[in-house]
């Protein structure tokens, strides 16, 4: 198994402060994630003025339209142009996702890996266009998604010069109750579709990312902030800097027990057999010319001796000398 790709998703948690974001940066960083990802968008382009907010954003920012809560939370794109560049300067890859068309031109020009793609944009037919014919490789979230409509994204951005796509599996209730999570349409997504597979987290804690990469994801992605008590939407269902950190280390722990696979001794456990495995021993005093049998022979650490794995090879033989109890045979 290779590194899991890890993306702290700072969203819109700098409250649209420039200052806050590039101290997400900096958290990002020291819990050891591989990128740091925002959203781009102006909220005129993202919403009609009539739409409403989803039922989390209202217990998360009171009333109001979807618009005026969106306002408050952009960035510039100078900022975003910051951002990148202190991203550069702290060592962490900068990655923004776009939510309209203007904003997918403006993030073509900064050097960003790929796109991510969020959940609700899998059905926009010219945004999967736009950002396709970029040619840049794509991670796409799948919350609220049917296979069909997975199937016919996926066939969208390679049908416009996208040849490299990840689904992240996902649940866009924030938080996510756990048993709406369903790790196991990762497999399923695999199995039908022939792509890589992640998951992209809305759950109360660190678990089921943990969970996930031990099911084979080779991208997760987590909301995370400096405080969940602050205002705003997604502060509530995000992390804070050391539980990110100990999701990261937790993550790159269940890496390292992958391991190869080969059942055989590990190097740290082989000092160890000779201790606690047994060996044939006599379990009371034996003269030369006795048979060996059942009566006069038991098995007792240490195992630097006949293995037990022997004892009918033993048993019935003749003793070639005299032995004391407990005596190694």
């Known amino acids: 198994m290779g590194k899991t790709y890890i993306i702290a998703e700072a969203g819109v948690n700098h409250n649209g402060s420039f200052e806050l974001a590039c101290k997400l940066v900096d958290a990002a960083k020291e819990a050891g994630a591989d990128c740091v990802k925002f959203q781009t968008f102006k909220a005129k382009n993202l919403v009609s003025n009539n739409a409403q907010k989803a039922n989390y ?86 919350g609220m998604c049917s296979m069909e409509e997975i199937r016919a994204a996926v066939e969208v951005l390679k049908g416009n010069g996208c040849g490299d796509i990840k689904l992240l599996q996902c649940n866009t209730e924030y938080p996510t109750p ?14 039908e579709l022939g792509l890589e597979v992640g998951y992209s987290d809305h759950t ?83 003269k030369r010319g006795e048979l060996f049998s059942e009566s006069n022979l038991t098995t007792k650490r240490p195992g630097n001796g006949l293995s037990p794995m022997k004892w009918n ?7 070639e000398r005299d032995y004391a109890t407990n005596e190694l045979v």
Not at 85 to 96: A, E
Not at 313 to 319: C, D, K, L, R, S
Request: glycine share 6%; charged share 25%.
């Open 178 to 191: 756990f048993e709406d999570v369903n790790l196991n349409a990762m497999e399923s997504m695999r199995r």
């Open 57 to 142: 954003q209202k217990e998360t920012t009171g009333e109001g339209s979807q618009e005026d809560m969106l306002k408050k939370l952009e960035l510039s794109y100078d900022e975003f142009l910051g951002l990148k560049k202190y991203c550069d300067g702290v060592g962490i890859s900068f990655l923004s996702t776009p939510f309209d068309l203007e904003s997918i031109v403006f993030l073509n020009s900064i050097d960003m890996p790929f796109w991510k793609i969020p959940s609700g944009e899998v059905t926009n037919y010219p945004y999967l266009v736009a950002l396709a014919n970029t040619h840049k490789p794509v991670i796409m979230s799948t």
């Open 313 to 319: 090879e033993i048993i019935g033989t003749v003793a």
């Open 204 to 286: 109360k804690g660190i678990e089921i990312p943990i969970a996930a990469v031990a099911m084979g994801a080779t991208v997760i992605e987590k909301h995370f902030t400096l405080d969940r008590k602050m205002e705003g939407p997604d502060h509530k269902a995000s992390l804070e800097p050391d539980e990110l950190r100990n999701m990261v280390e937790s993550i790159r722990h269940v890496e390292e027990a992958f391991g190869s696979g080969v059942k055989e001794p590990s190097l740290s456990e082989k000092k160890n057999i000779a201790i606690v495995r047994k060996s044939i021993v006599t379990s009371k005093e034996i």
